[in-house]
């Protein structure tokens, strides 16, 4: 599988929770490489520009009132098959139905409070990251353990 970059935020309930270093450890431990991280209050043209394949929809206008409320974390992580790995450790949308050991399953009860956003294909993850970060904040580095976690093919 490929590498793949893909855009996480924590919402302003999982900020103000306290959970933002349990969140990050969790995308670290897994193996998965932060390559661009920072602390902002997301305007609200980029809150449009970010959901806006739901505009329209009944939760569309509380959603971005909720997520232009107070500080969100961005996060870029990078990785083999990151988009969908990282949906996987986040949990479905609804915590009524996401499995106890996700993020959103162990975290929250709300299905718009809850916790974590994440990119959904390789064409949303790269129209998100161009929102939330100039390519000057997106980095490339090696993690010391990358010859252990992945099988090498020569
Ligand atoms: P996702 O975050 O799992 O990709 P989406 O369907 O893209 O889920 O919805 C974006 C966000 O909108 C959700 O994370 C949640 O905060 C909110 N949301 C989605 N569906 C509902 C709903 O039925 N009621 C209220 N809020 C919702
Ligand atoms: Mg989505």
Redesign the pocket.
């Known amino acids: 599988m490929e590498q793949e970059k893909t855009l996480v935020l924590i919402k302003p309930d999982g900020v103000q929770r306290g959970l933002i270093g349990e969140i990050i450890g969790r995308f670290e431990r897994k193996g998965l490489k932060l390559v661009g991280l920072k602390l902002l209050q997301l305007p609200c043209h980029k809150a449009e520009e970010l959901?806006f394949p739901?505009q329209g929809k009944a939760?569309y206008s509380y959603?971005i009132q909720f997520m232009t409320s107070t500080p969100i974390v961005a996060i870029a992580l990078q990785g083999r098959n990151a988009i969908e790995l990282v949906r996987l450790l986040n949990g479905a949308?609804d915590p009524a139905e996401s499995e106890p050991g996700s993020i959103r399953g162990d975290f929250s009860i709300d299905?718009?409070h809850?916790i974590v956003?994440?990119s959904?294909s390789p064409k949303n993850a790269q129209r998100e990251l161009e929102v939330l970060f100039d390519s000057s904040e997106l980095f490339e580095y090696q993690r010391i353990e990358e010859p252990i976690l992945h099988r090498l093919t020569t």
Do not use: E, G, R, S
């Open positions: 959901y739901h939760f959603l949308t299905v718009t809850n956003h994440a959904d």
